[in-house]
């Protein structure tokens, strides 16, 4: 299975004052990159974080979002969101929560990445766009987005499409049901913690 990707976005950290006046320093205002780049084990070359506490690291190399929900956010908030709204490295169509699990492993040009884990909304998105509910509806709904680990580093383009080579075990869907709506499903949990691939950090915080 192949699944397009619409565009790639890198950014460095900034600042910029929200509509409440509030001071925010954050990478999450990012820009479409045109030409080839290189992908690490870390991010796109060029693409870094305000808060390395909770942004960073292996297994949040990159961050994915669902083209597929741009149409209902707009129909919800009565705007247009341009691609790269959501603050990801790579917009990508018809791959969404409920289609990808955690531990799918892609081709993605000359690298290889793996889903390890859902993308758990922050202020920021809300504060960059001026929607204070922003984080509370993305929970509700689940339209998440979802972050990769880069199993082997190459040269990726916004051309390139995402190739499906294995298969994980549970989706990124389950394991937002699990975080938010369904804590005491034991059984769902232990389908997550199972997963071999689930990133460290989130398998700790599950175990607790």
């Known amino acids: 299975m192949k699944y397009s990707i619409q565009s790639i976005?890198?950014?460095?950290?900034?600042t910029f004052i929200s509509k409440q006046g509030k001071e925010i320093h954050t990478a999450f205002r990012k820009n479409p990159v045109e030409q080839n780049i290189f992908l690490g084990k870390l991010n796109f070359e060029g693409d870094l974080q305000a808060d390395l506490e909770h942004h960073g690291g292996p297994d949040k190399a990159v961050c994915v979002y669902p083209f597929d929900h741009y149409s209902y956010w707009e129909k919800v908030y009565g705007r247009s969101f341009s691609l790269g709204a959501?603050?990801?490295?790579?917009?990508?169509?018809?791959?969404?929560?409920?289609?990808?699990s955690i531990g799918d492993v892609f081709s993605l040009g000359e690298a290889v990445v793996q889903v390890v884990q859902p993308r758990q909304p922050c202020y920021k998105i809300a504060a960059s766009h001026g929607l204070r509910d922003f984080p509370d509806k993305i929970v509700k709904t689940g339209y998440s987005g979802y972050y990769l680990r880069v199993l082997q580093e190459g040269m990726v383009s916004a051309h390139d499409s995402f190739v499906l080579k294995e298969k994980g075990s549970v989706t990124v869907a389950n394991v937002n049901r699990l975080l938010y709506h369904e804590k005491k499903d034991t059984h769902l949990l232990q389908m997550v913690l199972d997963e071999p691939a689930l990133a460290e950090g989130l398998r700790k915080s599950l175990m607790k």
């Open 86 to 100: 959501f603050g990801e490295n790579i917009t990508v169509q018809h791959l969404t929560e409920n289609e990808v």
């Open 9 to 14: 976005f890198i950014g460095k950290p900034q």
